[in-house]
């Protein structure tokens, strides 16, 4: 078995690798002078079961023709089995059409994938799990819940006045998972977005008054959706709100809102390598889920159950 990581996310890769007590494969990713991407693999990978290791987090483009470049290198090196490792899925939001004239990204997304050689797909937390199905190889999705219920365990003493919270009516079964993990309550923000990019909270559903509540969502991007959410349940009387994401994307203006919302805590992991300014912003905390990943891949090189993980 060979790890090689990409430049997305070195960081992650690096623990992944500590976990299983493997370097990774010596590669080079560069740039030619108009940004093509060239990829030469340093080591011998005939007849290996390659895990390809790449986010294709911001900037996506980059890192998803990265990611398609080392598969087709490996492919024409004789890798005898090559799996995608794709902790944060980009393009998992278009996993339908919106309208008339309109693509389904994440499709065509997994077909790339699988067009150039990957013979399987290990993500985590995809925003949908119908996502699954795009694929035409064998695809495991992993989710951060055991990770996210433990470290809520290890920080909040007072299990009764936890209440999980999803921010919208599409995260339900996410949340009501951790809620059950937690032998916690539920509840849920109804709101109304009025445009693209732009949320309004309607209503909450479930009594929020003196809880610690917990907003458990996928993926935080503009932030705005969180902030809007969290200050809906500080006014209908909770005593404090703190958010956990699976993947931190925090484009634009995110951490502003963050910085000055109610939310007394955003925990994310490091499916995305998170900047400076995150990783040190007071706010926010990472929890590591490279032992969650290196475990399913030692699981799939010895051809061991990955769905007990989660037992």
Same mark, same amino acid.
């Given at each position: 078995?060979?790890?090689?990581? *990409? ?8 623990? @992944? ?14 740039? $030619? ?6 990829v030469t693999i340093d080591e011998n990978v ?38 995608? +490792?794709?902790?944060? $899925? ?43 199905? #795009?694929?035409? @190889? ?8 055991? $990770? ?23 995260? +339900? ?30 209503? @909450? ?8 509540? @917990?907003? #458990? ?40 809102? +963050?910085?000055?919302? +109610? ?15 995150v990783r040190n912003h007071p706010k926010v ?15 799939? *090189? ?7 993980? $989660?037992?």
């Amino acid at each position: 078995m060979k790890l090689l990581s *990409a430049n997305s996310n070195r960081l992650l890769a690096q623990a @992944i690798g500590d976990y299983l007590d493997m370097p990774l494969t010596k590669a080079r990713i560069e740039r $030619f002078a108009d940004k093509e991407i060239f990829v030469t693999i340093d080591e011998n990978v005939r007849g290996e079961d390659v895990f390809v290791i790449q986010s294709t987090s911001y900037p996506a483009n980059d890192n998803l023709m990265e990611l398609l470049i080392c598969i087709d290198a490996l492919t024409r090196a004789s890798a005898k089995r090559i799996t995608a +490792v794709i902790p944060y $899925f980009g393009y998992a939001r278009q996993d339908r059409k919106t309208g008339g004239r309109t693509p389904i990204s994440a499709k065509l997304v997994a077909n790339l994938i699988v067009r150039a050689g990957a013979h399987r797909v290990l993500t985590m937390d995809l925003h949908a799990g119908q996502i699954q199905g #795009f694929f035409d @190889i064998p695809t495991d999705n992993l989710v951060a819940i055991p $990770f996210m219920a433990k470290d809520i365990k290890a920080n909040y003493t007072n299990a009764h006045e936890i209440m999980v919270v999803s921010p919208d009516v599409g995260g +339900v079964v996410r949340a009501r998972a951790l809620a059950d993990r937690l032998g916690g309550d539920l509840a849920i923000v109804d709101k109304r977005r009025p445009r693209a990019g732009e949320s309004e909270v309607m209503n @909450i559903i479930g009594d929020v008054t003196g809880r610690n509540c @917990i907003l #458990f969502d996928d993926i935080v991007d503009s932030g705005g959706t969180l902030v809007n959410a969290a200050k809906a349940l500080i006014d209908r009387g909770a005593t404090s709100v703190s958010a956990y994401i699976s993947h931190g994307v925090l484009s634009g203006k995110a951490m502003e809102r +963050v910085e000055n919302s +109610v939310l007394k805590e955003l925990v994310i992991t490091d499916s995305i390598e998170a900047p400076e300014h995150v990783r040190n912003h007071p706010k926010v905390r990472i929890v590591g889920v490279a032992p969650l990943i290196g475990e399913a891949i030692r699981r799939i *090189a010895n051809e061991e159950s990955v769905s007990k993980l $989660f037992d």
